[in-house]
């Protein structure tokens, strides 16, 4: 993550197990990458109105996990409509990543 990149943004997503989160895309897709607080990073990712993330030892680990992709919108979707319902799926989706 580089906080100097004028394309990223220090982001919340509402879930205490982040230790730190940037967006680094705003739309089509909307996408956020960052820490866990166990230490692995996380890739989280909304795009033709599915979510999902993503969870590895690195950065790159994490963008090739095979998520699980929840329908959250239309096929035409690629922006959250709103930051609660944005975090709501990111919490359910990661829950069910550690959960495995």
């Known amino acids: 993550m580089s906080r100097n990149d004028p394309w990223t943004t220090p982001a919340d997503l509402g879930d205490s ?3 730190d989160a940037t967006q680094t895309c ?11 607080h ?3 990073w996380f890739y989280f990712r909304y ?4 979510a999902y993330v993503g969870i590895g030892v690195t950065l790159d680990d ?5 998520g ?3 329908d959250y919108g ?4 690629g922006q959250w409509p709103d930051e609660a319902t944005r975090d709501a799926a990111f919490t359910e ?7 495995r």
């Open 47 to 50: 795009r033709w109105g599915a």
């Open 93 to 99: 989706l990661l829950s069910a990543k550690l959960s």
């Open 62 to 66: 994490a963008i090739d996990d095979d």
């Open 38 to 40: 166990d230490g692995r």
């Open 68 to 70: 699980d992709m929840r």
């Open 17 to 19: 197990r982040v230790a």
């Open 26 to 36: 705003r739309s089509n897709p909307e996408q956020y990458e960052g820490l866990l």
């Open 74 to 77: 239309g096929p035409f979707a």
